[in-house]
């Protein structure tokens, strides 16, 4: 689950991590408001008016601007609010801009030249370990920095067993280049920021960037937080802060209905139970030349009414050409299953792709008769082979 940056800003302070403060509206006469109050408690001469929305790369969109007094607030809000912001990570349909942060000025002149960091730590699968990811290119262009001088970017794998080291939290800042009450700075923020990642099982906490001030102080400039969708139930204020209307609305209304959706790009609709399952159906789909158009786990109960949801989900998208379901029966059987397909067809009177049914495991031959002697224009297969043939002639009729 994507939170908001006011949000991860918000988890960081409470766990110790300096942040550059801000005031969430969703008004340009709030963002006013939220810009006095803002300067009675920092004192900041000017304000930064950032879109909410989740995505990074908003600076590059015209989702992060400089406001030099309470007038340009309410102009630079006013303008931002209702906008589609278009980034590098929200494609070209881009995201609805409902809220901004308005945030206090960190760039202030000092003794010494702000810098900026990237800092991040996430979860490497592979190697089952926590990694903070840093670098001195800290900014809007990570990526490219990423891409052109992939030496500039460090990891510090952190074991789970022992958690962070306090002499990992210094060779990080001493990589950074810092020094002094700097490093001091940096050692807190690091090890702060890893306490409050792994106290609320987030997979990602990127902070891009963190800033080095003037004073030598370390703050948060921006927070990009993932949490573990699994760990939710533990930690249910989190929870709450899910902002439904940042998601994809299939997918919300997928997760109501407790099916396991993700949409893609391609167009063959995918129907089965089990991920692993699932992975194995979108490879057979790609290697009988179509694209998968969503993955779809209707799980271990897969009777007629999800199997009904789970057809009206697929087929909102346009792109879907055929639909593949594919259900081993092992806990359910597989004669429910075709059952339960064929009510779905007769319920919703509307499908208008070819579908493929292909059941196997506990009653496969009964399954097939019901689907065979239903009369609808549904191709049975028990074999996987006979799926990826028969998704083959609907392509192949497709492009005749």
Not at 10 to 36: F, M, N
Not at 62 to 77: F, I
Not at 115 to 138: C, H, P, W
Not at 197 to 210: G, K, M, R
Request: aromatic residues 6%; charged residues 25%; glycine residues 8%.
């Amino acid at each position: 689950m994507n939170i908001h940056e006011y949000q991860g800003k918000e988890i960081l302070k409470s766990y110790g991590v300096a942040i550059q403060e801000g005031i969430l509206a969703h008004t340009a006469e709030e963002a006013v408001e939220a810009a006095k109050k803002l300067k009675e408690q920092t004192n900041t001469p000017v304000w930064i008016v950032k879109a909410q929305v989740h995505a990074g790369g908003r600076g590059k969109g015209g989702g992060v601007k400089v406001a030099t007094s309470l007038d340009a607030v309410k102009e630079k809000a006013e303008a931002m609010i209702g906008m589609t912001l278009v980034t590098p990570q929200t494609g070209p349909e881009g995201k609805l801009v409902r809220k901004v942060l308005i945030a206090q000025d960190v760039y202030y002149e000092g003794a010494s030249k702000p810098l900026e960091f990237y800092i991040s730590v996430l979860l490497d699968r592979a190697k089952g370990q926590n990694v903070i990811m840093y670098s001195t290119e800290g900014g809007m262009d990570i990526e490219e920095v990423a891409h052109n001088t992939p030496e500039k970017i460090f990891k510090e794998a952190i074991d789970p067993k022992v958690g962070l080291q306090a002499f990992q939290a210094r060779k990080i800042a001493f990589n950074l280049g810092l020094s002094g009450e700097a490093l001091k700075n940096m050692v807190k923020f690091i090890t702060s920021l890893y306490t409050a990642y792994d106290a609320i099982d987030a997979s990602q906490f990127e902070i891009n960037p963190a800033l080095k001030t003037s004073d030598d102080k370390i703050i948060a400039v921006d927070a990009k937080v993932n949490i573990d969708d699994n760990a939710l139930y533990r930690h249910p204020a989190i929870e709450a802060m899910r902002d439904k209307d940042e998601e994809d609305a299939t997918e919300v209304e997928a997760a109501e209905f407790n099916l396991n959706y993700v949409k893609l790009d391609g167009n063959i609709g995918c129907m089965v139970n089990g991920a692993g399952l699932a992975m194995a159906t979108m490879d057979i789909i790609k290697l009988s030349g179509g694209e998968p158009a969503n993955f779809l786990d209707v799980g271990g109960t897969a009777d007629a009414a999800r199997v009904e949801q789970a057809f009206r989900i697929i087929l909102k998208d346009p792109n879907v050409k055929a639909i593949l379901v594919n259900i081993f029966g092992g806990i359910v059987r597989c004669d429910r299953v075709a059952q339960g397909i064929v009510d779905a067809y007769h319920n919703m009177g509307n499908i208008n792709v070819p579908i493929i049914v292909r059941l196997q495991g506990t009653n496969a031959v009964e399954a097939k008769a019901i689907i065979d002697n239903s009369g609808l224009k549904v191709k049975s297969a028990i074999q996987l082979q006979e799926a990826a043939d028969a998704v083959k002639e609907v392509l192949a009729e497709a492009r005749a």
